[in-house]
């Protein structure tokens, strides 16, 4: 049949980490014994309090469609912790609440960039930036980065790639796919570069801010110079185990807040009400709640590279924050394995998951094409039957 869709649909890739864990889901459906360590997402539950505020707003009647930007008593509540997390003042009309931090990156996108401009994306970089920039007909440039910087630009880099068409960076830390974490150092020697042009806007994903295991997670829009063009993205999905509510948030200019609220309101309108009223109890809620997940990650962090040291071939950073590991795995590249030659990352994720039953994603997805990516939201058990199933396929 001819393609009659449009060319937007055409050219726009599918999110590789989704078609990974939706192939591992299918497998697993058929009877085939597949371990995912392909999606961010972890393994627990929502915790009760918070169920319970959302039960407790079905039963008081929350069933209308909510305030485009979000009701206003959670947009406060997202104010109150901007300010004790992240010493942000933002006032309500800054926030603007979305289906999920996905929607609030897109809605920047879209109200932010004209064809032609330049994006800089710092790689490895979250699989949709590329895309969401793509769509808006804007021009992704990629800043490369490797293990020997732990995956972070340099300011010189950062200088480097700037043109005068350059209008936004994506920032993100920790970092998904590589655990990296920018110091308050590194933000103000790259915010310094920024400095000088100030016609560049920054998105700084946050939404593994308290997934971190060493130091202190620092926000771009704290250095004073940068505030009045950044956005700060930040959601639930994460840090409070509730992937499926979807609810993701913005601090930003109010002028941009304002763009995004018209954007959503012409799309998908207000998010979800019992999602909104559960999410008040969640960002209201104090950090020590969430401690017990973010323990259990660092013990499978640990577990997980100490396994991976004894493959050979795995070179890794160590990563700081978020549930990944991304393993440069260029070693095998041009090695035959079980008749299977491996050209690229993508062929060996795939060749993991048909001949060790492990479901990754390759680092082409995230801009880094000698990687792949691992992650350790599952149990140790499972975590450690994956890295066996993988060491004996590749000895
Ligand atoms: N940013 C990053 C870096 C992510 O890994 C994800 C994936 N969940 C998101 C944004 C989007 O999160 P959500 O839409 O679930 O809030
Ligand atoms: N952010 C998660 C990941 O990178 C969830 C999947 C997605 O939304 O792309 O695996």
Known sequence: MKNLLSNRINRLPVSQTLAMAAKARELKAAGKDIISLSLGEPDFNTP???????????????????????????????????????????????IVVSTGAKQSLANVAMVLLNPGDEVLLPAPFWVSYEAMVNLAEAVPVTIPTSIKTDFKITPKQL??????????????????????????????????????????????????????YKGTNFSFARIKSMYNRTITVNGVSKSFAMTGWRIGYIGAPKWIAKACTKFQGQITSGANCIA??????????P??????????FKIRRDLVL??????????????????YVFPDISYYFGKTIKEV????????SLFLLEHANVATVTGDAFGQPNCIRLSYATSQDLLKEAIKRIKDVLS
């Open 276 to 285: 909104q009223r559960a999410t008040i109890a969640a960002v209201k809620s």
């Open 306 to 323: 100490n396994l991976l040291s004894e493959i050979d071939g795995f070179k890794f950073n160590i990563p700081d924050g978020a549930f």
């Open 341 to 348: 030659k491996i050209n690229n990352a993508t062929d060996f």
């Open 287 to 296: 950090v020590s709640k969430i401690k017990f997940m973010v323990d259990e």
């Open 159 to 212: 200088e480097d790639a700037i043109t005068p068409k350059t209008k936004l960076i994506f920032f993100n830390s920790p970092n998904n796919p590589s655990g990296s974490v920018y110091t308050e150092e590194e933000y103000r020697a790259l915010a310094k570069v920024l400095e000088k042009y100030p016609n560049i806007f920054v998105i700084s994903d946050e939404i593994y801010e308290h997934i971190l």
């Open 48 to 94: 009760d309090f918070i169920k319970e505020a959302a039960i407790k707003a079905i039963k008081d009647n929350y069933n209308s469609y909510t305030p485009v930007n979000g009701y206003l008593d959670l947009r406060e509540a997202i104010c109150y912790k901007f300010k004790r997390d992240n010493q942000l003042e933002y006032h309500p009309n800054q």
